[in-house]
């Protein structure tokens, strides 16, 4: 290098190459197979495809003229993928056919319910007219009804330490009005009131049966279900054997 004046003179750029008219044929054919393919195929798939080798073959070929990819072997890869993209279209439009065709004999289960919504039915058959018809009442061995029957229990929050359970968490309260007990004589009543004690409440008229025997709170409710068939089952028992033994005192005096 040779300085001048204090300054490192550069050698000027060098020139582009200019491309010879076989480059430019290739590259002008180039745009046109991809344009035929973006015309023919609507697929994001294949039309990045076809730009991809359009790049690459025209810089190949610009870039070294002996390593180009011939013309005739793109293309051939180019109608290769719009033909297979064409018959995957036409193979899922002739599924899609097919299986509405046979989705046209498909009945829903749901068919009769939906029918009987738009002709106005209920399940109650209202509109038959007159009255609806009473659910069954379900009783207990003792007569009483289930309806009748009031439970209550208490709910505390999780415990970090075991047990992780309140010791009141399984009681369970039974409230029942003494007006749906089927005692009849004056004589049950006393004999009932001397069996329960203190579960009567006279101020409510009820009889309030606890129990926590069991930890669970479903057998401390069966456990006073079946408390409450004994106390009247057997009261109307000692009431008819206390009759019996009055009425036989009576004949043998």
């Not at 279209?89 to 029918?115: E, I, K, L, N, R």
Request: aromatic fraction near 4%; charge should be positive.
């Amino acid at each position: 290098r040779v300085v001048c004046a204090g300054r490192i003179p550069y050698p000027p750029p060098a020139e582009a190459p200019t491309p010879s008219l076989a480059c430019k044929s290739t590259q002008l054919s180039f745009k046109m197979a991809s344009r035929t393919v973006f015309s023919s195929v609507a697929g994001r798939g294949v039309v990045r495809t076809a730009r991809s080798l359009t790049t690459s073959a025209a810089t190949t070929s610009a870039s070294n003229s002996s390593k180009r990819t011939p013309l005739v072997a793109v293309a051939s890869t180019v109608a290769a993928a719009a033909a297979s993209r064409h018959s995957s279209t036409a193979a899922v439009a002739s599924s899609s056919s097919s299986s509405s065709s046979s989705s046209g004999d498909y009945v829903s289960p749901f068919s009769d319910f939906f029918q009987n919504i738009a002709d106005g039915k209920t399940t109650l058959q209202s509109h038959i007219g007159g009255p609806l018809p009473t659910p069954e009442v379900r009783h207990l061995k003792c007569g009483v009804p289930e309806s009748a029957l009031r439970f209550k229990t208490a709910s505390y929050g999780r415990m970090l330490v075991e047990p992780h359970v309140q010791p009141g968490e399984h009681k369970v309260t039974m409230k029942v009005g003494l007006h749906v007990l089927p005692l009849e004589t004056e004589l049950e009543h006393d004999i009932f009131r001397q069996i329960v004690g203190r579960r009567y409440i006279p101020e409510r008229n009820e009889l309030r049966l606890t129990s926590d025997q069991f930890a669970s709170r479903i057998e401390n409710k069966r456990h006073l279900v079946s408390m409450l068939d004994r106390i009247i089952i057997n009261t109307k028992r000692l009431a008819q054997e206390t009759e019996a033994a009055d009425t036989k005192a009576g004949g043998e005096a």
